[in-house]
Structure formats: structure tokens, C-alpha cells
């Protein structure tokens, strides 16, 4: 089960500009899985980009409702485990943060995560499904 970079969450809304390949990919890959750090990510995001707080919880349920009708699973993956794992992958392959973190949920859950980012590519054992053709 692969799992989605926080821009294939964006990617989601009609109005985006890559939302064609997300609609493509869920219904070519059926197993596909939200971790609950690509789900933070877009909230903080969200919030980055002066979204108010109505706003963000708006977004996180019309997102959660998407997630549901394309029967795309979350996944709980945050734990003390996985920061230090996200630590190491951050220090050892440059990585930022949020890359990072999502990086460990990947690896610890199928070794795959969908992202046009290639700096995904970074990380051994990490195969790299693109979003989009770009």
C-alpha cells in the first residue's frame, strides 16, 4: 500500500492543478494510504498560508469526505519510533522535515510513496511513484 505525499492530499481538490493525476492513480492503485504525517503537514500548510482555523477544519473534513468516497485509507503511524527514525532520515539524507517524516511512515508501512518530490529519491529502500508526469 503506497502512501500519499501531502500534495497528492491538495491534489484532490477539482480545482487543482494536478487533480486529473490524483483521480488517475486512485483508480490504478486501489490500496493507496494517507499517513497521519502527510495529514498534519497539509493542515500546517493550511495554516502557513493564512488560512484561518474555520477554514483548516473545513478543509481537513472536505478532505477527510474525499478520502472516504475514493476509499483511500489513513494511517496512524507518529510514534516515538518513527520521529527517531524521521530524525536519522532528516540528519542522514538532507531531507527536510515534513520529507522526512513522511519518508518514515512510507518505509515503515510499504516502502513507497506517491510524490513528484524526487527528493524522496534520497532515501534507500523508498521507491518513488510520480504523482504526475510533471
Do not use: C, W
Not at 486529473?20 to 493542515?43: G, N, S, W, Y
Not at 500546517?44 to 474525499?66: D, T
Not at 510499504?110 to 518530490?117: E, F, G, P, W
Amino acid at each position: 500500500m503506497p502512501v500519499a505525499d501531502t500534495e497528492f492530499l491538495f491534489a484532490l481538490n477539482p480545482k487543482d492543478h494536478k487533480h486529473q493525476h490524483a483521480m488517475r492513480l486512485i483508480k490504478e492503485i486501489t490500496d493507496i494510504m494517507v499517513p497521519d504525517t502527510a495529514t498534519l503537514e497539509f493542515q500546517v500548510v493550511l495554516r502557513a498560508r493564512g488560512r484561518n482555523l474555520s477554514q483548516v477544519k473545513m478543509a481537513l473534513l472536505a478532505l477527510h469526505e474525499a478520502l472516504t468516497r475514493s476509499n483511500v485509507e489513513e494511517a496512524k503511524t507518529v510514534s516515538t519510533s518513527l520521529l527517531a527514525f524521521q530524525s536519522e532520515l532528516e540528519e542522514r539524507y538532507g531531507l527536510s522535515y515534513f520529507d522526512s517524516l513522511i519518508a518514515a511512515s512510507a518505509l515503515t508501512l510499504d516502502r513507497q510513496v506517491i510524490s513528484d518530490d524526487d527528493a524522496f529519491e534520497r532515501a534507500p529502500n523508498l521507491k518513488r511513484i510520480p504523482l504526475s508526469s510533471k
